[in-house]
T-cell receptor
Framework: AQSVTQLGSHVSVSEGALVLLRCNYS??????LFWYVQYPNQGLQLLLK??????LVKGINGFEAEFKKSETSFHLTKPSAHMSDAAEYFC????????????FGAGTRLFVKA | GAGVSQSPRYKVAKRGQDVALRCDPI?????LFWYQQALGQGPEFLTY????????KSGLPSDRFFAERPEGSVSTLKIQRTQQEDSAVYLC??????????????FGPGTRLLVL
């Protein structure tokens, strides 16, 4: 069965510092992988997704993620944090054969300090 | 254009009451998903519709939960005899075509349900 593990329920960085949010997945077949962001009282918004093309995926707002099959990881990075990046981030996985279900991690809340 | 909308945004129910949560997907979107997001957790899949057909309801936690999409657009999630453990945010998402695994889902703002 698929599962997603996000290391660290809370991450705090200073404005301008590197953002690194970790995600590991467990899947028996090559998966599709997603990162979503959720701002308070808003729905989830797609940041980026991996669909078996390039392993380095660029998304919105300067975020990118790299699919590493050997490490079963899909970590999210941004070179320089901005105050507006403070939000909850969710990693998610779905399988080629899974059809309709997307499995989400528990989320990582990002705090950005001035 | 208009995104996914949900109503009500907040609902307080007494234990044992029935509630109905509404989702208006993006116009023309074929697929519709319902998720339950407990406090401090990620969304968990409840059910999936392709047009009016409910193709997967394996995530519904009990027979008190029922979802419908009779005309293939608006969907309603109904919870009968609500319990305190039903307190959560209920998210609706839609996608353009057949809900293939790689397709982007567009989420509504959610309905926050509190059962007292």
């Amino acid at each position: 069965a698929q599962s997603v593990t996000q290391l660290g329920s809370h991450v705090s960085v200073s404005e301008g510092a590197l953002v690194l949010l970790r995600c590991n997945y467990s899947s028996s077949v090559p998966p599709y992988l997603f990162w979503y962001v959720q701002y308070p009282n808003q729905g989830l918004q797609l940041l980026l997704k991996y669909t078996s093309a390039a392993t380095l995926v660029k998304g919105i707002n300067g975020f990118e993620a790299e699919f590493k099959k050997s490490e079963t990881s899909f970590h999210l990075t941004k070179p320089s944090a901005h105050m507006s990046d403070a939000a909850e981030y969710f990693c998610a996985v779905s399988e080629h054969t899974g059809g309709f279900k997307t499995i989400f991690g528990a989320g990582t809340r990002l705090f950005v300090k001035a | 254009g208009a995104g996914v909308s949900q109503s009500p945004r907040y609902k307080v129910a007494k234990r044992g009451q029935d509630v109905a949560l509404r989702c208006d997907p993006i116009s023309g979107h074929v697929s519709l998903f319902w998720y339950q997001q407990a406090l401090g957790q990620g969304p968990e899949f409840l059910t999936y519709f392709q047009n009016e057909a409910q193709l997967d309801k394996s995530g519904l936690p009990s027979d008190r939960f029922f979802a419908e999409r009779p005309e293939g657009s608006v969907s309603t999630l109904k919870i009968q005899r609500t319990q305190q453990e039903d307190s959560a945010v209920y998210l609706c998402a839609s996608s353009l075509t057949s809900g293939r695994a790689q397709e982007t889902q567009y989420f509504g703002p959610g309905t926050r349900l509190l059962v007292l």
